[in-house]
């Protein structure tokens, strides 16, 4: 069983930044690959990035350039870097966790709010 707990939301103009971070507790931490996924109201969840248990990344092609996900093993703690937010960019953004191997378990956070707005 894997918990995961988001923070770093927030309220912020068009234009700002902000940092999400996701700590993961009860399970080896690096045999996951971590994502981030958002959903808007009315919408359905949609993938942000992934990171790899090797570091490799991918982004959604609306966010390519301006959000940057990274991982600290160490710490058991997944980041989305966001900069150069948009009003479009505004949901509840929700951690991922998927065990690389079998058998192959699926964790989501509770998610924290996002909001782009002047």
């Known amino acids: 069983q894997v918990r995961l707990v988001e923070s770093g939301g927030g309220l912020v103009q068009p234009g700002g930044s902000l940092r999400l971070s996701c700590l993961a507790s009860?399970?080896?931490?690096?045999?996951?690959?971590m994502g981030w996924y958002r959903q808007a109201p009315g919408n359905q969840r949609d993938l942000v990035a992934t990171?790899?248990?090797?570091?490799?990344?991918n982004y959604a092609d609306s966010v390519k350039g301006r959000f940057t996900i990274s991982r600290d093993d160490a710490k058991n703690m997944v980041y989305l870097q966001m900069d150069s937010l948009k009003p479009e960019d505004t949901a509840v953004y929700h951690c991922?966790?998927?065990?690389?191997?079998?058998?192959?378990?699926?964790?989501w956070g509770q998610g924290t709010q996002v909001t782009v707005s002047s």
């Open positions: 990171i790899t248990t090797d570091g490799t990344t």
């Open positions: 009860g399970s080896i931490f690096r045999l996951y690959r």
């Open positions: 991922n966790a998927v065990k690389i191997i079998a058998p192959m378990d699926a964790y």
